[in-house]
């Protein structure tokens, strides 16, 4: 990239950081100290303000960098993840939203222990948000790497390598300075930007082709080298039938993990009821859908207008797809056009990893202070369970970035992927059965979260991700014992049945009483905090 480029981009970057910093300090100024201050904005957002900051949460550097690139690289087999990230909504719609809402007070395992007993079940459910966050966590960092690695002109490693470093730091202030306010607002904030240079960019791809998406497809279909194959499926899924059951595990894991992502349930608690709840899920859902239907536009513009082989040869993941198709929409590399919209593209790319960053750090910090530390030290002072979520965030954020350095070169879409396919092992399962079925106990609840969890680890641990493969972590090693990427077809069976057979195995009885008081509750809000 010109030094045009890189200095208005940077612009750009630095402009949005210190309008964030300058939100969280002036969110700051108010008093921090209660929990439901800092984990859940005193509950005061409305169903609109949710409803934009839900999005924001979701749409991450997956869905705007990685998704893009995967369409751009495989075609139809890369819109598996669009459709199914918008798919999951209706999940959470339908299953979670106003029960969770009414059932909780910040975390997921509220609403587990509410009708068990608490110090098992706590544990058991923050180990595992904790776990799928750090995945997330994740995901955000190696995007972040990539596409300041291209505003830096090339693969520098310790281009990349210092700004993970410094999304870590500036995320773990927002969350330790604003907490659960600060890091709505910026989730505001960035959702606006990132749909604003998302319509740009569709109808400038769009005009490229005089409207004709027909032509679209058409041109991204020549320029892949793989003609028609292209568009339809098997180019990245169905070479054998490992690849297909890959596809089927992935479409699980992305359908199903979104009602277990604990940054999304944390930000039902922000509004004052559950009708508020729902009615946030359903502006997410619209502004969502939107969003998600304009990356299968950009996917393809990059094909058709950059090529698949520009932007594997930018990143092999392809990551930079989006930032390299707004550089030729503009008029190429050495226009003022070219120079403006990618340096917005970039700016509204990073905008987005670190405010998605903030909120999964404070559902992560909010799990480690409210569940693990809240059921190891109960008799800790009022305001001890905040400070501990601030510490929590630093040590959260030291983790994510030293794996964000290790999984530099995967695609952020397909590290979602894993988190996605964790929390629909470990957290869906143990939701579920908390909310619908009455003989759930809490030997069935640890059961369920352990029993999702360990194995949806271990498989990720023994698959061609860590080791075996040229793409692998460690591709000088092979101990690689399960051939599929995604465990999810595997893991999330388990999870369910884990909880059933800890379930009718366990001496205890289930109580009938608690779990008739939580059924009245979530479906009226009649007690609901």
């Not at 984990?39 to 893009?68: K, Q, T, V």
């Not at 608490?118 to 190696?142: C, D, F, H, K, N």
């Not at 693990?372 to 001890?384: D, E």
Request: aromatic share 10%; with cysteine; proline share 3%.
């Amino acid at each position: 990239m010109t030094e045009d480029h890189q200095a208005l981009a940077l612009l750009l970057f630095s402009a949005f950081v210190a309008v964030t910093l300058g939100i969280t300090t002036w969110v700051s100024r108010r008093r921090q100290g209660s929990a439901e201050e800092f984990y859940a904005g005193g509950r005061l957002f409305s169903p609109m303000e949710n409803g934009f900051a839900i999005a924001g949460d979701y749409m991450s550097a997956a869905s705007f960098l990685g998704i893009s690139g995967l369409i751009a690289l495989f075609g139809y087999d890369g819109m598996l993840y669009s459709v199914g990230f918008l798919v999951a909504w209706l999940v959470v719609l339908f299953l979670v939203a106003e029960l969770v809402r009414n059932c909780g007070r910040f975390t997921l395992a509220d609403v587990v222990a509410a009708r068990m007993r608490e110090r098992p079940v706590r544990i058991a459910a923050g180990t595992s948000s904790v776990t799928v966050s750090v995945l997330y966590l994740v995901a955000q960092m190696v995007g972040a790497g990539s596409l300041v690695a291209l505003l830096l002109g090339g693969r520098s490693e310790a281009a990349q390598a210092w700004t993970v470093v410094g999304v870590g730091a500036l995320m773990v202030v927002y969350v330790s300075m604003g907490g659960m306010r600060a890091t709505t607002w910026i989730q505001i904030v960035k959702a606006v930007l990132l749909l604003g240079g998302t319509i740009a960019l569709t109808v400038l791809v769009l005009l490229r082709f005089h409207g004709d998406f027909n032509r679209l497809l058409l041109t991204a279909a020549e320029r892949s080298g793989h003609g028609e194959a292209f568009l339809a499926p098997g180019l990245a899924y169905g070479g054998d039938w490992t690849s297909r059951f890959d596809f089927v595990s992935l479409g699980l894991a992305l359908v199903l993990g979104t009602a277990g992502l604990p940054h999304i349930l944390s930000r039902f608690y922000t509004v004052p009821t559950a009708r508020a709840a729902r009615r946030s899920v359903v502006w997410s859902i619209g502004l969502i859908g939107g969003f998600y239907l304009m990356t299968i536009v950009l996917g393809f513009g990059a094909a058709a207008v950059v090529g698949p082989d520009a932007v594997r040869g930018s990143n092999a993941a392809g990551n930079t797809a989006v930032p390299l198709l707004a550089l030729d929409l503009g008029g190429g590399a050495d226009s003022t056009g070219g120079t403006v919209l990618f340096a917005i593209v970039a700016a509204v790319a990073f905008a987005t990893i670190l405010a998605v960053v903030a909120g999964i750090t404070l559902a992560s910090s909010a799990s480690v202070a409210h569940d693990l530390y809240a059921s190891l030290r109960r008799r800790g002072k009022p305001h001890s369970e905040v400070a501990v979520a601030r510490v929590a965030a630093v040590g959260i954020g030291v983790l994510a970035i030293a794996l964000g350095l290790l999984a530099r070169d995967l695609n952020v879409a397909f590290l979602v992927g894993l988190a996605f396919a964790v929390a629909a092992s470990s957290n869906l399962p143990v939701l579920l059965y908390s909310l619908f079925w009455r003989g759930f106990t809490t030997s069935g609840a640890v059961w369920a979260v352990y029993g999702g969890l360990v194995p949806a680890v271990v498989l990720v641990l023994l698959s061609p991700v860590v080791s075996g493969s040229p793409d692998s972590l460690f591709p000088g090693v092979d101990f690689q014992l399960f051939p599929l990427q995604n465990p999810g077809l595997v893991s999330i069976p388990l999870g369910f049945l884990a909880g059933w057979l800890g379930t009718v195995t366990s001496a205890e009885a289930p109580d009938e009483a608690k779990h008739a008081e939580t059924e009245v509750r979530s479906l009226t809000g009649a007690g609901a905090v």
